[in-house]
């Protein structure tokens, strides 16, 4: 079971098929944050948010016997911020740091099988579950460093 932990935490952290997390989030100009590339693109807060959103979501529904999911899809995408600061950024990027950060504490947490089936759920593992944030991430992640890239800002 440690070694298959030890995957998932490596594929959590990005890497090995993707760019790992820190290297497509961190140090993104203040300029770019808000800004789409092209009208029909998100800007790199929108999707940073949307993946806060969403990992939070599974780590919560993996959790919290009486956990509510946001309602899909209006409530897993931030509505653009016409008002735009460092603060919006910084609790974005700070709530998906600390939920990421809690997602590794359960992979790695002894007492969780992974194979298990959720105790408060019927059908879902917590495998499938980290396996659903590695993918997720993984996808939203890329399309951050395409609009860095479209941006100048990689």
């Not at 770019?32 to 929108?46: A, F, G, M, Q, T």
């Not at 911020?81 to 974005?92: C, G, I, L, M, P």
Request: proline share 6%; no cysteine.
């Amino acid at each position: 079971m440690e070694k298959l932990r030890k995957h998932v935490v490596n594929s959590l952290k990005g890497g090995q098929a993707f760019v790992p997390i820190e290297k497509a989030i961190n140090n993104v100009s203040p300029a770019v944050r808000n800004i789409k590339p092209y009208e029909n693109l998100h800007s790199i807060w929108e999707k940073l948010e949307h993946i806060r959103i969403v990992q939070e979501d599974i780590l919560k529904y993996m959790i919290n016997l009486d956990w509510q999911s946001p309602k899909w899809p209006e409530e897993y995408w931030p509505k653009p911020a016409a008002h735009f600061s460092d603060e919006k950024w910084n609790n974005t990027y700070n709530g998906f740091i600390n939920n990421f950060n809690n997602v590794i504490k359960l992979v790695n947490d002894p007492t969780i099988d992974l194979l298990a089936i959720i105790p408060h759920k019927t059908a879902h593992t917590y495998l499938r579950e980290f396996l659903i944030i590695v993918e997720h991430n993984a996808y939203h992640l890329g399309k951050i460093v395409d609009i860095r890239k479209a941006l100048n800002d990689w």
